[in-house]
């Protein structure tokens, strides 16, 4: 079946620096991946979607890019702020089958 | 921004009692789902529904019910909860648009089984 994983538990980083998570997924079959954010006490909620393949796609400062052929879509950003601290998860949703999420990943941004 | 509300944001129950957590949702929106987090775990897929009437196993539906009497309303009932059954309990429900489904979330129930 589908799965999606994500290697890093948790990432710190101090503030500035660029952020990467990483995001694997197998499936047999065409796939929409997304990213969701949750913060300390909060629903997680939609970052970034995509479907096509070698496209970046940009929300709030974050990117994304989809590469079918590693299977990949980890989430990127420049420069880290104190406020990207959050759980995030990588998912994916393949031939309208239910979302499958990974593991998730802890960012903690210090000073 | 589509509006997810759950209840009670936090339960205490003793070891075989039943517990019902609620979720309601004014988006119109066709299907709903309970998930619960674990660290480690993510986010897994309890029960969901497609519409009113309708109930469906998820991935870990053992140990649980749910109920969607109206389009606005979906619960998850655990008949006889257990320690094991501790958790933080999301209920989402679900817009298609651009060829896949966004999940709107409630901000969760932290259950605890004593």
Same mark, same amino acid.
């Given at each position: $079946?589908? *799965? =999606?994983?994500?290697?890093? +538990?948790?990432? @710190? /980083?101090?503030? +500035?620096?660029?952020?990467?998570?990483?995001?694997? &997924?197998?499936?047999?079959?065409?796939?929409? /991946?997304?990213?969701?954010?949750?913060?300390?006490?909060?629903?997680?909620?939609?970052?970034?979607?995509?479907?096509?393949?070698?496209?970046?796609?940009?929300?709030? $400062?974050?990117?994304? @890019? /989809?590469?079918?052929?590693?299977? *990949?879509?980890?989430?990127?950003?420049? *420069?880290?702020?104190?406020?990207?601290?959050?759980?995030?998860?990588?998912?994916? @949703? *393949?031939? $309208?089958?239910?979302? =499958?999420? $990974?593991? +998730? @990943?802890?960012?903690?941004? &210090?000073? | 921004?589509?509006?997810?509300?759950?209840?009670?944001?936090?339960?205490?129950?003793?070891?075989?009692?039943?517990?019902?957590?609620?979720?309601?949702?004014?988006?119109?929106?066709?299907?709903?789902?309970?998930?619960?987090?674990?660290?480690?775990?993510?986010?897994?897929?309890?029960?969901?529904?497609?519409?009113?009437?309708?109930?469906?196993?998820?991935?870990?539906?053992?140990?649980?019910?749910?109920?969607?009497?109206?389009? #606005?309303?979906?619960?998850?009932?655990?008949?006889?909860?257990?320690?094991?059954?501790?958790?933080?309990?999301?209920? !989402?429900?679900?817009?298609?648009? #651009?060829? !896949? #489904?966004?999940?709107?979330?409630?901000?969760?129930?932290?259950?605890?089984?004593?």
């Amino acid at each position: $079946g589908d *799965s =999606v994983t994500q290697t890093e +538990g948790l990432v @710190t /980083l101090t503030e +500035g620096l660029p952020v990467m998570l990483n995001c694997t &997924y197998q499936t047999a079959y065409s796939t929409f /991946l997304f990213w969701y954010v949750q913060h300390l006490n909060e629903a997680p909620k939609l970052l970034l979607k995509s479907s096509t393949d070698n496209k970046r796609t940009e929300h709030q $400062g974050f990117h994304a @890019t /989809l590469h079918k052929s590693s299977s *990949s879509f980890h989430l990127q950003k420049s *420069s880290a702020q104190l406020s990207d601290s959050a759980l995030y998860y990588c998912a994916l @949703t *393949s031939s $309208g089958q239910k979302l =499958v999420f $990974g593991q +998730g @990943t802890i960012l903690k941004v &210090y000073l | 921004e589509a509006a997810v509300t759950q209840s009670p944001r936090n339960k205490v129950a003793v070891t075989g009692g039943k517990v019902t957590l609620s979720c309601n949702q004014t988006n119109n929106h066709n299907n709903m789902y309970w998930y619960r987090q674990d660290t480690g775990h993510g986010l897994r897929l309890i029960h969901y529904s497609y519409g009113a009437g309708s109930t469906e196993k998820g991935d870990i539906p053992d140990g649980y019910k749910a109920s969607r009497p109206s389009q #606005e309303n979906f619960s998850l009932i655990l008949e006889l909860a257990t320690p094991s059954q501790t958790s933080v309990y999301f209920c !989402a429900s679900g817009d298609w648009g #651009e060829r !896949a #489904e966004t999940l709107y979330f409630g901000s969760g129930t932290r259950l605890t089984v004593l």
